[in-house]
């Protein structure tokens, strides 16, 4: 890559950590410095609201948002835990323990619920309870990434073509090895708001169990933006072993509560909402070529596709309106693979698996057809285009359907910054939330100097092992 071709592939990235650069270096005096790489400006903002937000309500609402709160976590919790086991059997075992139907059941019953807990915690201030759940939930949690991190550890040397299972994260950057890059705009935002919320979910626990919050703020950690709220250690010292636990915690356990409920809007509203705007095409399918792939080449276009995130490493190709397809330059409608018709995407698929790499595919319509001469891709025949079996409907407004497309991959993004950056701060490390709680667990298990033994051990154990899983596939990806 050129150096003009970086500045211009990354000149919203190198603009926004320049202005951060410029607005630390001539604010210098007011920012905290640590450790030469973290600069802290603290604040008073949101404090007064974690004080007031960290009240309960009046002791007529308190008894029945107890009761909702006990009946929807129990139900949450259970059915949760069903789908999480089925989950975890078809990872390792790679099979389910229950059929598709009764896995939907349990899913209802796991959103419905849901809802109704985060009704009995905002609403009726049931916060103390939830800072109970989050410690179970905590811990939980920490033993699934713990495992999931050994496992991708392992598969690392033994599957040389395994994904990489961990990826610093900076907007707008790919990270060589890693399968996902985080859009500048969206990473953005969705940091932003995951970031907020877990902080001030500290901050809330702390005022709940009486401990004191002395200043709240943001800052920079390397090139890495973070906010942080800033316990009194005194304060936080003096309260009692289940308040820290439940303080640690609740950072972590907001970022897990904040990615179901968005996966929860993108399931029933966002996702419907934006797929009601399209309909099937009729007669064949629509295929748009990437940029410098054998499809391209042969002249099919990229033009007249709208990519909607299904998720953050698939994402589902639209077709324009039939009133806006561009037939020149653009992508092309196709209605037969060598001769054969296709009517839909699993038509084309179905003609795909009779192809090998080297062979020429004729893709063709009544007016013209194209020779894509396929190349081997990781043993696979490989032509280089998106197939689309959708299109926008004539009456849909194109303005919305952007709306919600923008909506949908904002969505997409804080709910995968969520529970990502969620579950990486319960690793068992010492500067994570994680790593706090099993810090003071230890300690009252086997005493102070016992505890900073073991825990010394264990954070140099999966420190070694992140630092492996992280920068063995950026190698492996440079070289």
């Given at each position: 890559?050129?150096?003009?071709?970086?500045?211009?592939?990354?000149?919203?990235?190198?603009?926004?950590?320049?202005?951060?650069?410029?607005?630390?270096?001539?604010?210098?005096?007011?920012?905290?410095?640590?450790?030469?790489?973290?600069?802290?400006?603290?604040?008073?903002?949101?404090?007064?609201?974690?004080?007031?937000?960290?009240?309960?309500?009046?002791?007529?609402?308190?008894?029945?948002?107890?009761?909702?709160?006990?009946?929807?976590?129990?139900?949450?919790?259970?059915?949760?835990?069903?789908?999480?086991?089925?989950?975890?059997?078809?990872?390792?075992?790679?099979?389910?323990?229950?059929?598709?139907?009764?896995?939907?059941?349990?899913?209802?019953?796991?959103?419905?619920?849901?809802?109704?807990?985060?009704?009995?915690?905002?609403?009726?201030?049931?916060?103390?309870?939830?800072?109970?759940?989050?410690?179970?939930?905590?811990?939980?949690?920490?033993?699934?990434?713990?495992?999931?991190?050994?496992?991708?550890?392992?598969?690392?040397?033994?599957?040389?073509?395994?994904?990489?299972?961990?990826?610093?994260?900076?907007?707008?950057?790919?990270?060589?090895?890693?399968?996902?890059?985080?859009?500048?705009?969206?990473?953005?935002?969705?940091?932003?708001?995951?970031?907020?919320?877990?902080?001030?979910?500290?901050?809330?626990?702390?005022?709940?169990?009486?401990?004191?919050?002395?200043?709240?703020?943001?800052?920079?950690?390397?090139?890495?933006?973070?906010?942080?709220?800033?316990?009194?250690?005194?304060?936080?010292?003096?309260?009692?072993?289940?308040?820290?636990?439940?303080?640690?915690?609740?950072?972590?356990?907001?970022?897990?509560?904040?990615?179901?409920?968005?996966?929860?809007?993108?399931?029933?509203?966002?996702?419907?909402?934006?797929?009601?705007?399209?309909?099937?095409?009729?007669?064949?399918?629509?295929?748009?070529?990437?940029?410098?792939?054998?499809?391209?080449?042969?002249?099919?276009?990229?033009?007249?596709?709208?990519?909607?995130?299904?998720?953050?490493?698939?994402?589902?190709?639209v077709s324009a309106k039939d009133s806006e397809f561009l037939e020149e330059n653009s992508g092309k409608t196709?209605?037969?693979?060598?001769?054969?018709?296709?009517?839909?995407?699993?038509?084309?698929?179905?003609?795909?698996?009779?192809?090998?790499?080297?062979?020429?595919?004729?893709?063709?319509?009544?007016?013209?057809?194209?020779?894509?001469?396929?190349?081997?891709?990781?043993?696979?025949?490989?032509?280089?285009?998106?197939?689309?079996?959708?299109?926008?409907?004539?009456?849909?407004?194109?303005?919305?359907?952007?709306?919600?497309?923008?909506?949908?991959?904002?969505?997409?993004?804080?709910?995968?910054?969520?529970?990502?950056?969620?579950?990486?701060?319960l690793l068992p490390l010492g500067i994570t939330d994680g790593g706090r709680m099993i810090h003071i667990t230890?300690?009252?298990?086997?005493?102070?100097?016992?505890?900073?033994?073991?825990?010394?051990?264990?954070?140099?154990?999966?420190?070694?092992?992140?630092?492996?899983?992280?920068?063995?596939?950026?190698?492996?990806?440079?070289?």
């Amino acid at each position: 890559m050129s150096f003009l071709s970086f500045l211009t592939q990354y000149k919203f990235v190198i603009m926004f950590y320049l202005a951060i650069i410029l607005l630390i270096y001539f604010n210098r005096k007011k920012f905290e410095v640590q450790a030469k790489i973290i600069y802290l400006y603290k604040t008073k903002f949101g404090l007064k609201f974690m004080d007031s937000f960290a009240n309960p309500r009046s002791e007529k609402t308190d008894g029945f948002g107890r009761f909702l709160f006990g009946i929807s976590a129990g139900l949450t919790i259970i059915s949760g835990l069903v789908m999480l086991t089925n989950k975890m059997y078809d990872l390792f075992v790679k099979s389910n323990l229950l059929s598709e139907g009764a896995m939907l059941v349990f899913f209802m019953i796991f959103s419905a619920s849901f809802i109704f807990l985060l009704i009995s915690i905002i609403f009726f201030k049931q916060l103390k309870s939830a800072g109970t759940v989050g410690i179970y939930v905590g811990f939980l949690g920490m033993i699934l990434i713990s495992v999931f991190v050994l496992k991708g550890f392992v598969d690392l040397f033994l599957k040389p073509d395994a994904p990489p299972v961990l990826s610093p994260i900076i907007p707008g950057v790919s990270i060589p090895g890693s399968p996902i890059m985080v859009p500048f705009w969206y990473g953005i935002i969705a940091l932003f708001v995951v970031v907020l919320i877990h902080e001030f979910s500290h901050g809330i626990l702390c005022r709940v169990h009486k401990i004191k919050v002395k200043s709240s703020g943001v800052g920079m950690m390397a090139i890495l933006p973070l906010a942080f709220v800033e316990p009194d250690e005194e304060s936080l010292k003096k309260s009692s072993f289940k308040a820290k636990n439940s303080m640690f915690a609740a950072g972590p356990f907001s970022n897990i509560l904040t990615g179901i409920l968005v996966i929860l809007i993108l399931t029933f509203i966002l996702l419907p909402v934006t797929f009601s705007m399209a309909e099937p095409i009729e007669g064949g399918v629509r295929v748009f070529a990437l940029e410098g792939t054998p499809a391209s080449q042969a002249g099919i276009g990229t033009r007249g596709s709208i990519i909607i995130p299904v998720d953050v490493l698939n994402k589902y190709p639209v077709s324009a309106k039939d009133s806006e397809f561009l037939e020149e330059n653009s992508g092309k409608t196709i209605t037969s693979l060598n001769g054969v018709p296709i009517n839909s995407t699993k038509d084309f698929i179905t003609q795909l698996e009779n192809v090998t790499a080297g062979d020429t595919v004729i893709l063709a319509n009544d007016k013209e057809s194209f020779a894509i001469n396929t190349i081997n891709k990781s043993g696979k025949p490989y032509m280089g285009v998106n197939i689309v079996g959708l299109k926008i409907k004539e009456a849909s407004n194109n303005y919305l359907f952007n709306f919600f497309k923008i909506l949908l991959e904002l969505f997409i993004w804080i709910y995968t910054l969520s529970l990502g950056l969620g579950l990486a701060n319960l690793l068992p490390l010492g500067i994570t939330d994680g790593g706090r709680m099993i810090h003071i667990t230890l300690e009252k298990w086997f005493g102070e100097k016992k505890a900073i033994q073991i825990f010394s051990r264990v954070t140099v154990l999966f420190f070694v092992i992140i630092l492996v899983l992280v920068f063995v596939p950026i190698i492996k990806a440079v070289i």
